[in-house]
């Protein structure tokens, strides 16, 4: 992309510090302007970040008025990226998402209306509680990045992330994820009740006004495309990619699965793992990381055997036993064959 074309849009200054920034910088300050209104969750806005590093999309499931909706409207007003949020019901048709060709009597031809999965930074809210048909018009926005309609195929604007919520209590007029869909996303994040403290600092913080209202652009997309690409500079030792999909493959063979993370999982754990990497000022992945993120990245994607629901095992159990099989990478008898803090030597 030449200096011109991004200069367009942008003013020199910023485009100054897109060239010369380091992309761990630029992070850091929207994991901090984002922790500006989610207070007491650096966990969750981290994963949040890290999808959109790598590509990929969340599934927020907790229970109401923890934050969801709040994390996706932050995380969009952080880097500049357009928003648009998706109330998900019953009654909602595959067109009111991806849009809708009408005929103009005027022109005597149909003219395209987007629909609201046409944004950067999409908030899919309560999305159990449309019908699967429904559902299922996410699916190619969310692998391809694109939207076909009518026969006619749109492309997505760049960066693109869709951000999922779900009620895991309230069952009562939803629809199930297929395994399909389910697939698609790349962490599922819970945010959880905040601490009494943190619930304190939440209550003097909207004492006045929403922090949100006042929140800030500190990136654009053009930088969050930059550090996208930073991403994917990451090194990869061979240990850890065996590491990797050695853990995804005792998934499909542990006794309480009935069916196991697919390919597309192992590559969500090697993507995660890269971008969370970056956050941690690192240019190679570690073990820790995939310990880190497992559970994020393969958890959604388990389908638990009946008889292991029966005895009330999740899939945190699961994965945390899967780790526990698999050996970590790196471990020689000489200790000086290693390479500095104990990770594979590259």
Known sequence: MSLRRLASGRCMACLERLLVEDPRIIAERILANVERVIIGKGEAVRLALVALLCQGHV?????????????????????????????????????DVTGVSIYNQKTG??????????AQVVLADEINRATPKTQSALLESMEERQATVDGVTYLLPQPFIVLATQN?????????????????????IHLGYPSQR???????????AHPIESLEQVSGPEEILAIQRAVKEIYVDP?????????????????????????????ALFRACRAWALLDDRDFVTPDDVKQLAYATLGHRL??????????????????????????????????????GGQPSR
């Open 59 to 95: 599934l927020i499931e907790d229970v109401p008025g923890v934050g969801k909706t709040i994390l996706a409207r932050s995380l969009a007003r952080s880097t500049g990226c357009t928003f648009r949020r998706i109330q998900f019901t019953p009654d909602l048709l595959p067109t």
């Open 303 to 340: 389908i638990i055997s009946p008889s292991a629901r029966v005895k009330d095992v999740t899939p945190a159990d699961i994965v945390q036993g899967c780790l526990q099989r698999v050996p970590v990478p790196g471990g020689r008898p000489d200790r000086h064959s290693r390479a500095p």
């Open 198 to 208: 943190d619930e304190v600092a939440i209550m003097e913080a909207q004492q006045l």
């Open 168 to 188: 895991p209590i309230e069952y009562e007029g939803t629809f199930p994820l297929p395994e399909a869909e389910l697939d698609r996303f790349l962490l599922r």
């Open 239 to 267: 240990l850890i990619k065996d590491y990797i999909t050695a853990l995804v493959d005792v998934t499909r063979r542990h006794e309480s699965v009935y069916l196991g993370a697919s390919p597309r999982g192992s590559l």
């Open 109 to 118: 031809d149909f003219e395209f209306r987007p629909g609201p999965i046409m």
